[in-house]
Every structure is written in structure tokens, then in C-alpha cells.
């Protein structure tokens, strides 16, 4: 997604790919239902203390998505050497961590839904019932993959 602008130091936009912050100013615009989306995931990945990927999976194997927020057709230069595009962009949402994602990244976790209700309520539900969405999975839901 567009990096807030506060953040630019060139006219280069690299974008941002993990949002916490719904109550900026910045990504209020694509919190309504039209900018939300799902991202269906099997594991997903933090890294460990020795900065190689520690993976992570459902300890029951249930259907997974990253609850995300997406733009389409932004105009922007997100890379030197490409001069200004447009694009289709998204990021995925984050929260505090569950107790075995905490273990090895403390300070976020992604979003993530398992329930059909839950995806159901993040893609048309108004932005004051879907925020509660923005939370982490209990602890023991997840696993660490060797």
C-alpha cells in the first residue's frame, strides 16, 4: 500500500506492506468494505533470533486468510528506474501477538481469519463492527514448522 506520506524521503513510494495503525488518517480511506480483501495462506513466516524464517502453521489445519486491505490503479514511483506506474496494491493487517508468534516477534502478528463468519464480516461488514476483527488468534491456534 502507499507508504504515508509523513514517511517519504524521496519521491521514491517503496510502499508498506504490514498496516496496525486504523485510526491513521492515512488508511482511513480504505477501511470501508470496497477496500477490504482476503489473502488464503497455508503458513506465513517471522523471522527467528538467527534472522532465518521460522514458519508457521494452524495446529488444526483449517482454511487461513490475512485479513487485508488493497488499492487499485494507484499512480506512484516504486521504482527509480520504472518512473511512475500504476499498480494494483495491498497490505495485510496486524495486531498484538498470540503467545507462540510473541515468542519470536513481540511487537505484531498478522491478521489472521479462520471462521467463514469472520471472513464474511471482514469483507462487507461496516468498519465499526470489522475492527474487532483486528486481533490476534488465541494462543495455541499456531504452530512453528521445522
Do not use: Y
Not at 24 to 44: I, K, N, T, Y
Amino acid at each position: 500500500m502507499p507508504t504515508p506520506p509523513q514517511h517519504l524521503k524521496t519521491q521514491r513510494d517503496p510502499g508498506v506492506t504490514n498496516v496496525r495503525n486504523t485510526g491513521s488518517s492515512h488508511w482511513r480511506r480504505w477501511l470501508g468494505a470496497e477496500s477490504r480483501c482476503l489473502v488464503p495462506l497455508v503458513a506465513f513466516s517471522e523471522p527467528g533470533p538467527d534472522r532465518k524464517p521460522l514458519w508457521f502453521e494452524p495446529v488444526d489445519e483449517a482454511p487461513m486468510f490475512f485479513a487485508g486491505i488493497q488499492t487499485c490503479g494507484w499512480t506512484s514511483v516504486r521504482k527509480v528506474k520504472d518512473g511512475a506506474t500504476t499498480d494494483d496494491l495491498f497490505a495485510f493487517l496486524t495486531t498484538a501477538p498470540n503467545a507462540e508468534v510473541g515468542a519470536v516477534h513481540p511487537r505484531a502478528m498478522p491478521v489472521i481469519l479462520t471462521k467463514p463468519d469472520e471472513w464474511q464480516a471482514w469483507l462487507a461488514a461496516p468498519w465499526n463492527e470489522a475492527r474487532d476483527l483486528q486481533r490476534p488468534l488465541p494462543d495455541g491456534a499456531l504452530r512453528i514448522v521445522s
